[in-house]
């Protein structure tokens, strides 16, 4: 199957600097990649969609400022919080689909990100 | 919107037994695909089964199969002969067929007693 590569798996940062996410498609291009946060024992909520060459989509409530994503080619996509703080801490995860209908996502492997 | 509910938060089964999760959704497309996701304690997501909408026929894969109720919008998972390692969180997720992103359901922690 298709592997989506996530890195890294995990991080500390002190608050207020700012952490970067990549997200990588090995053997397939991905014009569409999906942000995903999940709190602890919760389900996944979708954060943005990452649109290569063009600007994110995000969802309701999702600071764009704050979370920065960059897709700059087919197989990368890139989320980047700034100042981060300690709520910001989750676990993060992105993922990616073929081209067509019905594929169904691959997912990266998460960041656990923890901001002391 | 779409919405996904998974009414079981936990759920429990012997092993060698058979154990049903269940899903429902709101929609109001006609097509789209639903999908259970399986996220052990690794919290790697996988791909468990996946059913179109437009198939009338339900999708199974080796010991997992699914109910696909498409009038009620409900979309039960059954796990036959359970194992230790189907011990996971499992996740009802629905994608409409021009979008690729999926919303997922709440979550159902399944635990397979030896």
């Known amino acids: 199957g298709a592997v989506v590569s996530q890195h890294p798996s995990r991080v500390i940062c002190k608050s207020g600097t700012s952490v970067k996410i990549e997200c990588r498609s090995l053997d397939f291009q991905a014009t569409t990649m999906f942000w995903y946060r999940q709190f602890p024992k919760q389900s996944l909520m979708l954060m943005a969609t990452s649109n290569e060459g063009s600007k994110a989509t995000y969802e309701q409530g999702v600071e764009k400022d704050k979370f920065l994503i960059n897709h700059a080619s087919l197989t990368l996509s890139t989320l980047t919080v700034t100042s981060a703080h300690p709520e910001d801490s989750s676990f993060y995860i992105c993922?990616?689909?073929?081209?067509?209908?019905?594929?169904?996502?691959?997912f990266g492997q998460g960041t656990r990100l923890t901001v002391v | 919107a779409q919405t996904v509910t998974q009414s079981q938060p936990e759920m429990s089964v012997q092993e060698a037994e058979t154990v049903t999760l269940s899903c429902t959704y709101d929609t109001s497309e006609s097509d789209y695909y639903l999908f259970w996701y399986k996220q052990p304690p690794s919290r790697q997501m996988i791909l468990v089964i996946r059913q179109e909408a437009y198939k009338q026929q339900n999708a199974t894969e080796n010991r997992f199969s699914v109910n696909f109720q498409k009038a009620a919008k409900s979309f039960s998972l059954k796990i036959s002969d359970s194992q230790l390692g189907d011990a996971a969180m499992y996740f009802c997720?629905?994608?409409?067929?021009?979008?690729?992103?999926?919303?997922f359901g709440a979550g159902t922690r399944l635990t397979v007693k030896p």
């Open positions: 993922s990616a689909s073929r081209q067509g209908a019905g594929t169904e996502a691959f």
């Open positions: 997720a629905y994608r409409r067929t021009r979008s690729n992103d999926m919303r």
